[in-house]
């Protein structure tokens, strides 16, 4: 199975790392879109306060969970008609992207579509199911074709960039015809600089209905609960049902105290726009520095990343940035399109990213 999954795409930086690491004042890692900030105490506190659970976890998650989800994505972005068992928790997204073509029982006969620059675990699971893959970002792209999942990301990984409410309803209304899954990667949404980024759950979009739809929500970034791997899928109830039968037969649950810190979070929102107010300050400090070093920026209207480019290749650009101390990711990790491109995170300390700005001004 190995064999056919590619080389881990960070494990190919050891050089530039060395070369960054090098520099007098170290290394500003913005590579990988690893949170760096404290988890909030509040959270904190929920995961210690359930820390004495020595039964089993429910995979289905607690209803106190579910109930919050439900509560947390209408507050924050406007989802309706959702109910508590339409939602399902997940060991972090990143488990349940690669995952999720084999727990639908998907196998060579389907056709997986994922965006042309692209989060590289949709194209792994797929590799893992076994599935043919196509790169597209235009129905037109596909012609006849009915593929089983279709992919979206919006705010995108790497590109920042956010899908309109047209192109939305019109993948939405185009799934449908085909008697395709439509899962939207949703990590980045309440992450919104020059765009208001929309859930393929607004009843903007599917008019409040979640058939074929399945909407998949992180809090590693909204809280910084990367390392807690707590993240839920929530949409068409039949579906998550499905997938619920699934994950109860393959063990896969998520442990009891990280449910309890989950709704610690999703109750609480004055944390999260803190959180967000933090990458904002962020990105406002190294956007114009970007520019000010003669970069062009393209989309990065929302998420945790901008997409830059000088017009070079990227292993190109990654060297430059590696002279100053600076690490960013190459965009041929995200497709072919990316080749001339390179990622660079939001997520860094105050100080390392005004170490970066000023490195870029020298």
């Not at 899954?181 to 949404?189: G, K, N, P, Q, T």
């Not at 997409?307 to 990227?314: A, I, L, N």
Request: glycine share 8%; proline share 7%; with cysteine.
């Amino acid at each position: 199975m190995s064999a056919s999954l590619p080389v881990f795409p960070w494990d190919t930086l050891d050089q530039a790392r060395a070369l960054a690491e090098s520099h007098p004042d170290g290394i500003v890692d913005l590579s990988v879109g690893t949170p760096v900030d404290p988890v909030a105490p509040l959270v904190r506190d929920a995961l210690a306060a359930a820390s004495a659970s020595p039964g089993y976890p429910a995979t289905a998650g607690t209803p106190q969970l579910r109930r919050s989800a439900v509560a947390a994505l209408g507050r924050r972005y406007g989802i309706t008609e959702l109910s508590e068992s339409a939602v399902l928790p997940v060991i972090g997204t990143k488990e349940f992207i690669a995952w999720l073509p084999t727990l639908l029982g998907l196998g060579a006969a389907d056709l997986i579509v994922v965006p042309e620059l692209a989060y590289p675990t949709y194209d792994v699971g797929a590799r893992l199911a076994g599935t043919q893959v196509l790169r597209a970002d235009s129905l037109t792209q596909l012609g006849p074709q009915s593929p089983a999942l279709v992919y979206l990301n919006s705010p995108s990984n790497p590109t920042g960039r956010v899908l309109g409410v047209d192109h939305l309803r019109k993948v939405v209304g185009w799934a449908r015809e085909r008697g395709a899954l439509v899962a939207s990667d949703e990590c980045y949404l309440g992450l919104g600089w020059d765009a208001e980024p929309l859930s393929i759950l607004h009843p903007s979009v599917c008019d409040g209905d979640h058939t074929g739809l399945l909407a998949v929500h992180s809090l590693s970034k909204s809280s910084s609960l990367a390392g807690y791997r707590a993240g839920f899928v929530a949409g068409d109830v039949d579906v998550i049902a499905e997938l619920l039968a699934v994950r109860k037969h393959a063990g896969m649950m998520v442990p009891t105290p990280v449910q309890a810190a989950m709704v610690a979070a999703l109750d609480d929102d004055p944390h999260e726009r803190e959180q967000c107010e933090r990458y904002r300050r962020r990105r406002d400090t190294l956007l114009p520095a970007f520019r000010s070093a003669g970069f062009t920026i393209h989309h990065s209207e929302a998420g945790l990343y901008l997409w830059v480019t000088r017009g070079e290749p990227c292993r190109d650009t990654i060297e430059w940035l590696a002279k100053r101390g600076i690490l960013a990711a190459p965009g041929e990790f995200y497709g072919p399109g990316g080749e001339r491109h390179v990622r660079v995170a939001l997520t860094a300390t105050d100080e390392r990213i005004a170490a970066a700005a000023t490195r870029l001004s020298s």
